[in-house]
Structure formats: C-alpha cells, structure tokens
C-alpha cells in the first residue's frame, strides 16, 4: 500500500482554481495577461503535471505535458481567454482521474499500520524476509 499526497494534489488543484479567478478577473479588464502571471501558469501546470506523473494520474499526466508543450510553442500568443480556458481543463482532468480512485480514510491513531513492513513483528520479518513490503 502507499500512501497517497492527497494534501499536495489538493493545494495544486487549489492553486490553478485560484489562478482560474484570477485570469476570469483579468480577462474582464484587459486581453493580454502579465508576463509574471504567464509565468506562475505555466510553473504550475508543470508541477501539478509532475505530480500526476508520480500519482499514476495517467489522463491528467498527458493533458499538463500537452498544455505545457502548447505554452511553450506559443508563449507569445496567450491571451487570457486561453489560460482561462486551459486552467480549466487542468482542474477538471485532476478531478476526472481523481474520480476514478478509491480512498480509504486511516485514523490518526492507526496510522503506523500503514506500510509498516515490520507489521507481523521483528521475528516474522526475519524468518520471512521477500514478505516484508517495502
């Protein structure tokens, strides 16, 4: 078993939900977004994707390497009607394939049950070595 980062998919989506508002704000007042903001976008788009990557989130892994390869392309290009359009679909895809898991819920107090390889006690992992789960 391996414990999932919740807490650290939560804030990325947390974050790109931010910037979402910020960019529908922007895209209100002007048509082009600041260097800076752009910046911050596409920082986060990239670590979010990363994350993905490592939590096996496979849809949202490819749709953030493609946002990002698309960014790049076409850095001078972006208006705020993109971005807006772009971070939306990056919180929905970590969302979607988030919907496709199942989590379990470990109370506080249990805790050091989870990927404990030496659950059965010392004597069991040493007679029985290849069981122990690392």
């Keep these: 078993?391996?414990?999932f980062k919740m807490r650290e998919i939560g804030f990325l989506v947390f974050v790109l939900k931010d910037l979402y508002d910020n960019c529908r704000?922007?895209?209100?007042t002007q048509s082009a977004p600041s260097?800076?903001?752009k910046r911050?976008?596409?920082?986060?788009?990239?670590k979010t994707g990363e994350l993905c990557r490592e939590l096996d989130l496979v849809r949202a892994s490819e749709q953030l390497k493609d946002?990002?390869?698309?960014?790049k392309l076409t850095d001078n290009e972006v208006d705020c009607s993109t971005l807006c359009a772009d971070l939306r679909r990056a919180i929905d895809v970590v969302l979607h394939d988030l919907e496709r898991r199942t989590f379990l819920e470990v109370k506080p107090e249990l805790c050091t049950f989870v990927d404990n390889g030496m659950l059965s006690g010392i004597e069991v992992g040493n007679a029985f070595p290849a069981a122990i789960q690392t």
């Design 35 to 37: 260097e800076r903001f």
């Design 1 to 3: 078993m391996n414990a």
């Design 67 to 71: 946002i990002v390869l698309h960014y």
């Design 25 to 28: 704000t922007t895209k209100e």
């Design 40 to 46: 911050r976008v596409l920082t986060n788009f990239v």
